[in-house]
């Protein structure tokens, strides 16, 4: 029943989100954009997409590389690109597919990859803080015009700001006093021995970063990842009309939302996306429709497209590979 959930909720939710987005949307308009596409703009979005991917893998070589394993970049960029493509079948799946598939064809021990996994995405998630920061900070009249048109009048009322606020802090400090008191207790219990033992996990997953040998190199491909992503995104704007008008700013902040809205758990972020980037490019000066035209094109291209083009090309080449040892 647990699992039947799992997989029950990010589809209804995202079939709830799409119906809600795409009401009273011209389907003929969204057409249009993808035939009036230059194509060559979005060729060079699928290589900036593919060039963060292989980024990617070259940076979980170099989180494996101190615990004594040294895989392929070849084999590591398949793995990548078929976690990625698992994503859109079975969401947050595509990190245990990530690893499987790299102890397939390299002979890594799963939990080794994985728990370099994990330590990366918590590195993504400090990043995508950081960013959406930054774009709160840059573009903060836009993001609470969204604010407002996704949460009403909630948002225009003082008192329940500061409530809700006062609330959430108070649980979040009141959670940390707790668990950190009665923590040796509740890893007595099975249910609880989990999330600490994941929790410390990522804690030492994390504090290991900057015991990574290859420190610069490492910062270096973090950087460059979310620099690709930004460039592709850049490419993708400029291919259609509607899109070439935004800012550089309006790309971050597409960038940032989009973020978010994969962040949901959504089959492959529909609905979700689609919701966020639709309603924010709005507050740019264009209308629902182009927003949910661009939006649409958006995510087909980068959050469908490539991803299942590239993870089809990386399962057939994975099958095509001999199991090897990688151990340093």
């Given at each position: 029943?647990?699992?039947?959930?799992?997989?029950?909720?990010?589809?209804?939710?995202?079939?709830?989100?799409?119906?809600?987005?795409?009401?009273?949307?011209?389907?003929?308009?969204?057409?249009?954009?993808?035939?009036?596409?230059?194509?060559?703009?979005?060729?060079?979005?699928?290589?900036?997409?593919?060039?963060?991917?292989?980024?990617?893998?070259?940076?979980?070589?170099?989180?494996?590389?101190?615990?004594?394993?040294?895989?392929?970049?070849?084999?590591?960029?398949?793995?990548?690109?078929?976690?990625?493509?698992?994503?859109?079948?079975?969401?947050?799946?595509?990190?245990?597919?990530?690893?499987?598939?790299?102890?397939?064809?390299?002979?890594?021990?799963?939990?080794?990859?994985?728990?370099?996994?994990?330590?990366?995405?918590?590195?993504?998630?400090?990043?995508?803080?950081?960013?959406?920061?930054?774009?709160?900070?840059?573009?903060?009249?836009?993001?609470?015009?969204?604010?407002?048109?996704?949460?009403?009048?909630?948002?225009?009322?003082?008192?329940?700001?500061?409530?809700?606020?006062?609330?959430?802090?108070?649980?979040?400090?009141?959670?940390?006093?707790?668990?950190?008191?009665?923590?040796?207790?509740?890893?007595?219990?099975?249910?609880?021995?989990?999330?600490?033992?994941?929790?410390?996990?990522?804690?030492?997953?994390?504090?290991?970063?900057?015991?990574?040998?290859?420190?610069?190199?490492?910062?270096?491909?973090?950087?460059?990842?979310?620099?690709?992503?930004?460039?592709?995104?850049?490419?993708?704007?400029?291919?259609?009309?509607?899109?070439?008008?935004?800012?550089?700013?309006?790309?971050?902040?597409?960038?940032?939302?989009?973020?978010?809205?994969?962040?949901?758990?959504?089959?492959?972020?529909?609905?979700?996306?689609?919701?966020?980037?639709?309603?924010?490019?709005?507050?740019?000066?264009?209308?629902?429709?182009?927003?949910?035209?661009?939006?649409?094109?958006?995510?087909?291209?980068?959050?469908?497209?490539?991803?299942?083009?590239?993870?089809?090309i990386a399962l057939v080449l994975s099958f095509l590979s001999t199991k090897k040892s990688s151990k340093a």
């Amino acid at each position: 029943m647990k699992k039947l959930l799992q997989y029950v909720l990010p589809i209804g939710l995202a079939v709830a989100l799409m119906y809600w987005v795409f009401k009273g949307i011209d389907i003929e308009s969204i057409l249009e954009s993808f035939r009036g596409a230059n194509y060559f703009l979005v060729f060079c979005a699928a290589v900036c997409s593919f060039l963060a991917h292989f980024s990617r893998a070259i940076r979980w070589n170099i989180m494996m590389e101190p615990l004594g394993y040294k895989p392929s970049v070849k084999n590591t960029t398949i793995a990548v690109l078929i976690g990625y493509m698992t994503n859109l079948v079975l969401p947050r799946a595509g990190e245990f597919a990530r690893s499987a598939s790299l102890q397939k064809s390299e002979n890594v021990p799963f939990q080794v990859s994985f728990g370099a996994v994990i330590a990366e995405r918590i590195i993504d998630l400090v990043v995508a803080i950081g960013l959406l920061a930054l774009n709160i900070l840059l573009e903060f009249d836009r993001i609470k015009g969204l604010a407002m048109e996704l949460f009403g009048d909630k948002i225009r009322n003082p008192i329940f700001l500061l409530s809700s606020l006062g609330i959430l802090v108070f649980c979040l400090v009141s959670g940390f006093y707790l668990f950190d008191k009665y923590k040796n207790r509740l890893s007595q219990i099975a249910f609880f021995k989990k999330i600490i033992d994941f929790l410390d996990g990522l804690k030492s997953g994390f504090l290991g970063v900057f015991k990574i040998e290859k420190f610069w190199q490492f910062l270096f491909h973090t950087i460059f990842i979310w620099v690709m992503y930004y460039v592709g995104t850049y490419f993708l704007c400029q291919s259609i009309a509607i899109g070439s008008q935004l800012s550089l700013l309006a790309i971050l902040t597409i960038l940032v939302m989009g973020s978010v809205g994969m962040a949901i758990p959504t089959i492959g972020g529909l609905g979700s996306y689609h919701l966020l980037v639709g309603k924010i490019v709005v507050l740019y000066g264009l209308t629902n429709q182009e927003g949910i035209n661009l939006a649409t094109f958006l995510h087909t291209m980068q959050g469908l497209l490539f991803v299942l083009v590239f993870g089809l090309i990386a399962l057939v080449l994975s099958f095509l590979s001999t199991k090897k040892s990688s151990k340093a």
